[in-house]
């Protein structure tokens, strides 16, 4: 996860107004690709590879809920087929004071 994080840094922008709950609730791992999800929801925000696991990963700016900016990050084979989506905070607006 920190890799990921890690690759979204220095990046902004505004939500993508076609990214909602709803969207991504509607797309379907193991079916869905990356040509059919750029389709519906465009060029992602970011992309990042994690080494490890061997996926590439789209992340797309969204508010979740409506209300939270979040980041839905949405994980693929080397085929191209959506396996994971996974959603968390978006970090250009977490707090950042430190101590």
């Known amino acids: 996860m920190l890799a990921l994080l890690a690759g979204c840094a220095g990046l902004s922008g505004p939500p993508n107004p076609d990214a909602t709950d709803a969207t991504f ?12 999800i750029a389709q519906k929801l465009g060029r992602p925000y970011d992309t990042t590879y994690l080494s490890l ?26 085929q191209g087929v959506l396996r994971e989506l996974m959603s968390g905070p ?4 977490e707090d950042r004071r430190s101590f």
């Open 53 to 78: 696991r061997d996926m590439n990963v789209w992340s797309y700016k969204y508010r979740q809920a409506g209300i939270w900016h979040s980041l839905m990050h949405l994980h693929f084979d080397r």
């Open 90 to 93: 978006d970090p250009d607006y």
């Open 25 to 36: 609730a509607a797309l379907r791992p193991g079916v869905d690709t990356q040509a059919s």
